[in-house]
């Protein structure tokens, strides 16, 4: 299966820029990059997915290298609301079906 | 469209009784799970499905039963309610296979406290 590794926290300020990477260095070739968010009291929700290097949406942009051995999620000019647990997902599969697994993943703490 | 709904949002059960947690989607996706969240932590998966009639376990089962017997539907049992299963537990739907196409959808999920 593959891993990530995402830092358990971080602290910003509103109207900053926040960058989240995660380490996957097991990905392999078919797998896509995803990302949740995850407010309290509330299932996770997708924010973002990738392959190879840059997507962008309305709402964050997702940096992949080359060896797509990492990804950085970057979120501009962060509000309050965007105070959230953000997770790391890469492809996990059994048997050919795509199993989501999530860790611990980094939890978004934005100061006034 | 409703996405995924989980009933009840709230329980409180007693050590020893059963219950079962529902979950219904209505966007036709093959794949559905149950993860729980306890404090702190990420989501676990117990249980997941591939398809109505085929049913797996995740790194969490035991104590949990499941079955999945519609697309649509995929309830999660507590065979013998224990303290330790106080968690907060997701219901997630999405299409099967990988790839570019893997977008889970979660309910709002259910508090359950075991006394």
């Not at chain 1, 797509?68 to 997770?87: E, G, M, N, Q």
């Not at chain 2, 709230?10 to 979950?23: A, H, N, P, R, W």
Request: aromatic fraction near 12%.
């Amino acid at each position: 299966l593959a891993k990530t590794t995402q830092p358990i926290s971080m602290d910003s300020y509103e109207g900053q820029e926040v960058n989240i990477t995660c380490s996957h260095n097991n990905i392999a070739t078919n797998d896509y990059i995803t990302w949740y968010q995850q407010f309290p009291s509330q299932g996770p929700r997708f924010i973002i997915q990738g392959y190879k290097t840059k997507v962008t949406n309305e709402v964050a942009s997702l940096f992949i290298p080359a060896d797509r051995k990492s990804s950085t999620l970057s979120l501009p000019r962060v509000s309050l609301s965007d105070t959230a647990v953000y997770y790391c997902l890469v492809g996990d599969y059994s048997g050919g079906s795509y199993i989501p697994t999530f860790g611990r993943g980094t939890s978004l703490i934005v100061h006034p | 469209n409703a996405g995924v709904t989980q009933t009840p949002k709230f329980q409180v059960l007693k050590t020893g009784q059963s219950m079962t947690l529902q979950c219904a989607q209505d966007m036709n996706h093959e794949y559905m799970s149950w993860y729980r969240q306890d404090p702190g932590m990420g989501l676990r998966l117990i249980h997941y499905s591939v398809g109505a009639g085929i049913t797996d376990q995740g790194e969490v089962p035991n104590g949990y039963n499941v079955s999945r017997s519609t697309t649509e539907d995929f309830p999660l049992r507590l065979l013998s309610a224990a303290p330790s299963q106080t968690s907060v537990y997701f219901c997630a739907s999405s299409y099967l296979f990988g790839g570019s196409d893997t977008e889970a959808f979660f309910g709002q999920g259910t508090r359950l406290t075991v006394v």
